[in-house]
């Protein structure tokens, strides 16, 4: 039985805390909440632990028995409250006291109430930030706000985005202006009012600072989350109209100019009106830097001037405007000059600048005749640059502006008096000055010792030209002509023996004719490869787009004055090209004409197409063919041309064809098919080693056109015929047919042939097969006869069945000599152009239909006894029964019937084969 536990009496004991309660009660007012345990508590464990610890194994041991049911009994007892039973079950099971203590001490002992739930705490934090609100606010109403927006002024910019002013006056001018206020923190809405006009002070250099003019600017109202920025109609007020003029000239001719406004705004911001605030604002401003990058958009002289002065002109320019300031000009006159030539007067109505963007001013005048050398040069000079596209300055000098077209204001009169513009006098597109050209042929000569300088030559250039002014103009002299063909941009080469054919010009209606004898056309060092490019786009390309470049001396009279004057040549020219890559070039006469053990020479014409104007003569090329046989794509061999020579229209090239393909099986192919005449997909192509001169290695290499090889036309009858003669005894016997074939060599070569074999039928039916390993030679291009050849016929039943019954019906007259027309497959291993180790291998597979053999077959039976020995004498004689017979042929088939009675002779030599063949026919008869 287990000891009992020790009971107590807890009225003996003063817990800390009440079981249902979660934090230490305050037993006494005077005293925290806070317990510890009375020395009765103590005196009482310690009188009783001494025994109950000091059996503590033996109650180990029952008290494991028990535990379960100690188990169910502890949750009771914390059911029930008895905290103390608890801590006993637990102290039976305990090693010592002081794990007791640490259990109950970390077990029992609860939390206390975080701060910040405490009420006390809360009501504290409130009391305070009402003080703190009550003394802030004021402090930020009165003091904080105004300062923090005078500093937020300070720090934010002012930016002009444009300001354009319309109808000048001496004392003021109406703007339009597009500002924003930069800095201004976004999340706020404000309004900013000026209290009294903005007054604008033009920053000179040192401290010098006059103020130029004040303007009333009105509220400003900018939205949360939103830009400061407004435009506003109002009236500039000029402070004084001379130094306003002062400052007009700087705002005209420098890239800049600084600004500084100043004004008493109020702003209001979240709710709360604050007055007194200033604004003092520096502004870098762009000018018009005397209209820098003025472009002509249009410059045209479009007649003579009615009173013979000179010529009437037409120029529309594009006035960038950097600065934000715009300003409407009114009627503005210029005067244009060259270095020293004075030009002519220009005006511009209406004109307008806008702030901050280009401006078209159309200006209309007269450009007047001159007459001293130094003017005439510089005139001359100009036109001639024009006419190249190259850029001849003018400049321009302000002589009045006039704001409503009749009354000047004397600021504005200032600043463009003063103003002096560059113009600069270039057509806005290049011009094409040659409207045609007409080149009647152009003929290219290249040789291997001087690749870089060909030969060039043509018998017409012919161009019509078109100046861009409507002046009256008379040609009358045109020397020292220039011309350089250029690819790309790129100059290639000049031509410097181009002469003016005078004859042939007209130049009232602006044509001018050139021929071009035969002239070097040295290729320029740097441009080898655009040279080669060049090539390359006259071979391959549908049209050859190429550039004439060059110059002419002329000497023309003009309204303007008689100047001299460059007349260029800068077009481009498109010309059909020769476009190799969609040519078919095609392949004729061709003959295998000889053969060596390392390739077989053919000729042939090969026929090219020239659709260009372009001839080229390259000198000996070798090209390269690949062909497509039964699915078989293969080089062949060299296509050699002793002379590549394009002209003009078709061009038919000799040619010799080296034929030496690597694949023996597509060799055997070629000469099959070829023979038969079968076409052939082909591609003739080039690579950097077809030609021996240098430049011509960019559109060797790019050579390539697709063309068809024929075969032989009409196809070759190879077989001509045939004559065999044997008998019954050797076709039953021996098997074979000794046969003589007549073969037509379709080559003009001599084919020396190493074996033969065929295979011969008669409506299908097989007849026999040849096979010999001889050589025979056939002649170049003629009928040659074979040795005999056996024919080696099939040895069976069948066949005889098959001769009696439907080869020999049809053809009786071979038993005495007649044509049979057989079909033929043949396999014939040849050399071409010599016997074994002196010509080319090839292989040829033949088949012809309806060969024509005289054969004669003697139906001797002489030689038949090997077949009828098959017999027993015994068996033989049987069958005779009472006949008299003379011989053992005689005992078994009986007399040769006349060979005239076909019928009679057909069932004799039926007979002969059942006998010669007994059990196939014993079976045949069974079945029949």
């Known amino acids: 039985m287990p000891a009992p536990i020790p009971t107590h009496d807890p009225s003996n004991l003063t817990l800390p805390y009440h079981p249902s309660e979660t934090e230490y009660q305050d037993h006494n007012s005077s005293q925290p909440a806070t317990s510890s345990r009375p020395s009765s508590f103590f005196s009482i464990l310690s009188t009783k632990s001494s025994s109950a610890f000091s059996d503590l194994s033996e109650k180990k041991k029952q008290s494991n028995q028990s535990h379960e049911q100690s188990s169910k009994s502890k949750t009771n007892d914390e059911k029930s409250g008895n905290s103390l039973d608890i801590f006993f079950i637990q102290d039976d099971q305990s090693d010592s006291f002081e794990e007791y203590e640490h259990e109950y001490e970390t077990a029992k002992r609860p939390y206390p109430k975080p701060f910040y739930k405490r009420k006390k705490f809360w009501g504290i934090c409130v009391l305070s930030t009402i003080v703190f609100l009550a003394a802030f606010i004021p402090l930020l109403l009165i003091v904080i706000i105004p300062k923090v927006a005078q500093l937020v002024m300070n720090s934010s910019t002012m930016q002009i985005l444009q300001m354009n002013m319309t109808n000048p006056q001496e004392q003021s001018i109406e703007v339009s202006v597009d500002a924003a206020i930069v800095g201004i923190p976004s999340i706020f809405s404000a309004t900013v ?404 053990v390392n390739y077989v020479t053919i000729n042939a014409t090969v026929m090219i197409d020239n659709p260009s104007i372009f001839a080229v003569e390259a000198g000996p090329a070798t090209l390269h063919i690949q062909c497509t046989i039964d699915g078989q794509t293969e080089n062949m061999g060299d296509v050699l041309i002793s002379d590549l020579k394009l002209v003009p229209g078709p061009n038919p090239l000799s040619a010799q064809v080296r034929f030496f393909p690597s694949n023996s099986t597509f060799r055997d192919a070629f000469f099959t098919q070829y023979i038969v005449g079968t076409d052939f997909a082909a591609t003739i192509y080039g690579d950097d080693t077809s030609s021996s001169i240098v430049s011509l290695a960019p559109i060797m290499e790019s050579l390539k056109m697709v063309s068809t090889v024929p075969g032989m036309n009409p196809p070759a009858r190879m077989v001509v015929g045939g004559n065999g003669n044997t008998t019954v005894g050797q076709f039953m016997t021996d098997h074979q047919i000794m046969l003589q074939v007549q073969i037509q060599n379709p080559l003009a070569t001599v084919l020396w042939v190493q074996k033969f074999s065929a295979n011969v039928s008669w409506k299908g039916f097989p007849f026999g097969d040849i096979s010999i390993d001889q050589q025979f030679s056939l002649a170049a291009s003629v009928v040659s006869s074979t040795p005999y050849l056996a024919i080696q016929i099939p040895s069976s039943y069948q066949f005889w069945t098959f001769m009696i019954t439907s080869f020999l019906p049809q053809n009786l007259g071979v038993l005495t000599g007649a044509m049979v027309y057989v079909d033929l497959e043949a396999d014939i291993q040849a050399t071409v152009g010599g016997n074994v180790g002196a010509g080319y291998p090839a292989g040829i597979k033949y088949g012809q239909d309806n060969v024509g053999v005289f054969l004669k077959i003697e139906f001797s039976l002489t030689g038949l006894g090997v077949g009828l020995k098959k017999r027993s004498v015994d068996h033989i004689l049987m069958e005779a029964e009472n006949e008299t017979l003379d011989s053992q042929e005689d005992l078994l088939l009986g007399p040769e019937p006349h060979k005239a009675n076909g019928p009679e002779y057909l069932a004799w030599l039926q007979k002969a084969v059942d006998l010669t063949f007994p059990e196939e026919a014993e079976a045949a008869r069974g079945f029949r």
């Open 193 to 596: 009012e000026f209290q009294a006009p903005v007054k604008v002070f033009w920053v000179q250099s040192g401290t010098s600072e006059p103020q130029v003019g004040t303007m009333q600017l009105g509220t400003i109202i900018k939205k949360a989350f939103a830009k400061a920025e407004f435009t506003q109609q109002t009236t500039f007020q000029i402070e004084d109209p001379t130094l306003f003029g002062e400052f007009a000239k700087v705002m005209m001719a420098s890239e800049s100019f600084l600004w500084r406004i100043t004004a008493d705004i109020d702003v209001t911001v979240i709710g709360r009106k604050i007055k007194g605030l200033s604004l003092d604002k520096s502004l870098n401003l762009d000018g018009l830097n005397n209209f820098a990058d003025l472009k002509i958009l249009a410059f045209n002289i479009p007649s003579d001037a009615p009173d013979g002065t000179g010529a009437l002109a037409s120029i529309q320019v594009s006035i960038p405007n950097p600065s934000p300031i715009g300003m409407s000009l009114g009627t503005l006159t210029i005067d244009m000059y060259l270095k020293t030539a004075y030009l002519g007067r220009i005006v511009a109505k209406n004109a307008t600048l806008i702030g901050g963007q280009p401006t078209i001013l159309d200006l209309e005048g007269t450009i007047l005749r001159q007459t001293t050398p130094e003017s005439l040069q510089e005139l001359s000079s100009m036109i001639s640059n024009y006419l190249a596209n190259i850029p001849s300055t003018a400049y321009g000098q302000g002589v009045s502006v006039l704001p409503d077209g009749v009354h000047a204001v004397s600021w504005m009169t200032a600043a463009i008096v003063s103003t002096k513009m560059s113009i600069p006098l270039l057509p806005p597109t290049p011009l094409n000055f040659i409207k045609e050209i007409d080149i009647a042929n152009l003929n290219l000569v290249m040789t291997p010792d001087q690749p870089w300088t060909p030969t060039a030559s043509s018998s017409s250039i012919a161009a019509v030209f078109q100046l861009p002014f409507n002046i009256s103009m008379n040609i009358t002299e045109l020397d020292n002509t220039i011309l350089t063909l250029a690819y790309e941009n790129v100059p290639l080469a000049d031509i410097t023996t181009a002469v003016w054919n005078r004859t042939n010009s007209d130049m009232a209606h602006n044509n001018i004719s050139f021929t071009l004898p035969t002239s070097p056309l040295p290729i320029r060092a740097n441009a080898h490869d655009m040279f080669g490019e060049f090539l390359i786009a006259v071979a391959q390309q549908v049209t050859a787009t190429f550039g004439i470049l060059g110059s002419a001396q002329s000497t023309a009279v003009t309204s303007l004055g008689q100047v001299n004057i460059t007349v260029p040549f800068n077009t481009s020219l498109s010309l059909p090209g020769i476009n190799f890559k969609a040519m078919r070039p095609t392949l004729g006469n061709i003959v295998v004409v000889d053969g060596n």
